[in-house]
């Protein structure tokens, strides 16, 4: 039986996804996650359950040290554990990305510095280190501007400024958003960059030994302009003349081997306008939340089962299936309490659509992105044709009523003060 490390966030959506792939393909499954390391002792758990993802040197030291038999393969389930992975498949000497690769692509900073060092289509970009002032860039910006934190992902601390005074905002507010997400932030600083005006897309794909192999094209059809970024639809086939998506392939193949990834699964996002394909990010992961079930129909198997049989080196069915398909990440319109939901059964009813997941727990605080970066929940769609997806997804959606509710009640006044006995 294969044996294969698995890397789960106590806070991840797919855990269940990749489990129940596990199940199906046999292979056994050596957990390891990264539960509190105070709690997880006095809960009987294992080293390996209270892992400092983001600190991989550590993690890593730990995982060689308690497992005591051979792997097979090490697989992170989402970006919070990539690099981890890539550092103990080489330590491990199996195939997989080099630790070096993985942190180059993930830093947005050193990833815009890649695309220019190889004379990819690049934003203008400047580096501001934490502390100082934003002011002093001014004379080398041009507005817009995208204000970014370094390595956070899900559209988490992204804020578009327009002028001088909306650009201090954004930087006092990213700031704190990395601050709270990463614990290298002061070390880190942040990245602005030009505005990109565009089409937003998103290719899944597989390298093999520096190879890539295409699974989905997705167009986001909704505009993505800021001063926010929360993505929504993500729809396939794409709706792109062929010849642009030969060339987002084609480009997406040539910054992986310009950073040196080589292997497993690939997120790439892109921009499309009148000068052409802009790299907004190239990830060495899959697609993110349960957004990977829009494409079950497609393989012909799950996205996680796909990805599973690459690492343990089984063969790949081939699927020709036909048709279109389309997921809606459901978005959180405000901060506050989730209370609950009307219309699901209504949502559920609309035709085209397979399934409505919610993710979102009652009683649990939410936020939109730029300070979250979760969603309510999925909606899926399957249709003749992209466009009869896309307006199933929408349908659904609008039948849909959150209830969520403000962090704090207002507080009744005070009842007027009285003399009277």
Not at 11 to 27: E, H, M, P
Not at 113 to 140: A, I, K, V
Not at 296 to 304: C, I, V, Y
Not at 368 to 396: H, K, M, Q, T, V
Request: aromatic share 6%; proline share 6%; charged share 25%.
């Amino acid at each position: 039986m294969k044996r294969v490390l698995l890397l789960l966030p106590t806070t991840g959506y797919r855990n269940a996804d990749f489990l129940a792939a596990a199940k199906k393909l046999g292979v056994e499954i050596v957990a390891a996650a990264d539960y509190c390391h105070q709690l997880a002792p006095s809960w009987g758990m294992a080293p390996i359950m209270a892992l400092h993802f983001d600190r991989p040197e550590q993690a890593a030291d730990t995982v060689l040290r308690e497992i005591k038999f051979n792997l097979d393969g090490v697989l992170a389930v989402d970006d919070s554990g990539i690099e981890l992975a890539a550092l103990l498949a080489e330590r491990l000497h199996l195939p997989g990305n080099s630790a070096h690769a993985v942190r180059r692509v993930r830093d947005k900073l050193a990833f815009r510095r890649l695309l220019r060092e190889h004379e990819f289509r690049c934003p203008e970009f400047r580096y501001l280190p934490s502390g100082e002032d934003p002011g002093t860039l001014l004379p080398r910006l041009k507005f817009p501007v995208v204000v970014k934190a370094r390595r956070l992902s899900a559209s988490r601390g992204v804020i578009r400024a327009d002028d001088s005074g909306q650009l201090v905002q954004a930087v006092n507010r990213v700031r704190a958003i990395q601050s709270r997400a990463d614990r290298d932030a002061q070390e880190l600083g942040l990245i602005i960059e030009g505005f990109i005006s565009g089409c937003e897309y998103a290719l899944e794909a597989v390298l093999d030994q520096g190879e890539l192999t295409a699974l989905a094209l997705f167009d986001k059809p909704d505009p993505l302009d800021g001063p926010y970024f929360e993505e929504t639809l993500y729809i396939t086939p794409s709706r792109l003349p062929a010849e642009f998506q030969s060339r987002i392939r084609h480009e997406v193949a040539r910054v992986c081997r310009s950073a040196g990834l080589t292997d497993g699964p690939v997120h790439a996002e892109m921009r499309v306008n009148d000068l052409g394909i802009w790299l907004l990010e190239v990830a060495p992961r899959s697609i993110g939340g349960l957004c990977g079930r829009v494409l079950t129909h497609s393989l012909g198997m799950t996205l996680e089962e796909l990805i599973l049989r690459r690492v343990v080196g089984e063969a790949l069915p081939n699927s020709n299936a036909a048709g279109a398909a389309g997921v809606m990440m459901v978005p959180i319109p405000r901060r506050g309490i989730y209370h609950g939901v009307e219309g699901l059964a209504e949502a559920r009813a609309v035709p085209a659509v397979t399934e409505v997941t919610l993710t979102v727990e009652t009683g649990q605080i939410i936020a939109p992105p730029p300070d979250g970066a979760s969603y309510l929940g999925f909606i899926f769609a399957r249709a003749a044709s992209p466009a009869e997806a896309e307006n199933a997804l929408r349908i659904a959606h609008h039948r849909l009523h959150f209830d969520i509710r403000p962090e704090y009640a207002a507080m009744a006044a005070p009842a007027a003060y009285s003399s009277k006995r």
